[in-house]
């Protein structure tokens, strides 16, 4: 049972216009979520994060969007550039799981020129 | 130099075999992690050791075996590689319960 989904395994956006980027969680208890970037043949690489006491976090052209209600959260990419296709994937952790990281499966982007 | 490094970067084996990969950081962390990655899934955490004496069972442990022989190394074993252990192993460093994960590029295994 996947706790952490994202439902699309690929996106394809226009260079310069907003990318968006979806993530559904199961866990009521999940208080820190994070978003990682992975290039072909690298590691995945810290994007941005954000806690459950926050509902946006915002760095350069990323921003994190936190629905608790729904157990949704979003990351918007604007404008979208060449050097932002890789594979997005949405982690989850809990305090009480001492903030284990559960993954969700990723969400390639492709941006277009 | 990278922070993180994995030895071997691919590794072909066969069935039966023991095969151990290697992970190295320079980060100084306390936290190290093993992850494994199945094509259409996430990352899935194997072991994780939160200091030199410190060893835990990730969520899927069956199979493998670590070793944490300092602060900056930290082994993963395959006492008998079988073939649905092939995917790409993934070994990370953390210095606090939230902090950043940094990775190292990943090993690629394949169990014939």
């Known amino acids: 049972d996947q706790q952490v989904k994202q439902n699309s395994p690929s996106l394809s956006v226009q260079e310069g216009r907003i990318s968006i980027l979806n993530c559904d969680y199961t866990n009521s208890m999940f208080d820190y979520f994070l978003w990682y970037k992975k290039y072909p043949a690298e590691g995945p690489t810290f994007l941005i994060s954000?806690?459950?006491i926050k509902d946006k976090n915002e760095d350069g052209r990323f921003t994190v969007f936190l629905n608790k209600s729904a157990k949704h959260l979003s990351l918007h990419i604007v404008p979208s550039q060449p050097g932002d296709s890789a594979v997005y994937f949405c982690a989850a952790s809990a305090r009480d799981s001492n903030y284990q990281l559960i993954w969700g499966a990723g969400t390639k982007l492709i941006i277009k020129p | 130099d990278a922070d993180v490094t994995q030895t071997p970067r691919n590794r072909i084996t066969k069935t039966g075999k023991r095969i151990m990969l290697e992970c190295s950081q320079t980060?100084?962390?306390?936290?190290m992690y093993w992850y494994r990655q199945d094509p259409g899934l996430g990352l899935r955490l194997i072991y994780y050791?939160?200091?030199?004496?410190?060893?835990n069972k990730g969520e899927i442990s069956d199979g493998y075996s670590v070793s944490r022989q300092a602060q900056a190394k930290f082994s993963l074993s395959l006492e008998s590689a079988i073939p649905n252990q092939t995917a790409l192993y993934f070994c990370?460093?953390?210095?606090?319960?939230?902090?950043?994960?940094?990775f190292g590029p990943g090993t690629r295994l394949l169990v014939l």
């Open positions: 980060k100084g962390h306390d936290r």
């Open positions: 954000i806690s459950s």
């Open positions: 050791s939160f200091d030199v004496k410190d060893i």
């Open positions: 990370a460093t953390g210095g606090s319960a939230q902090e950043t994960q940094y």
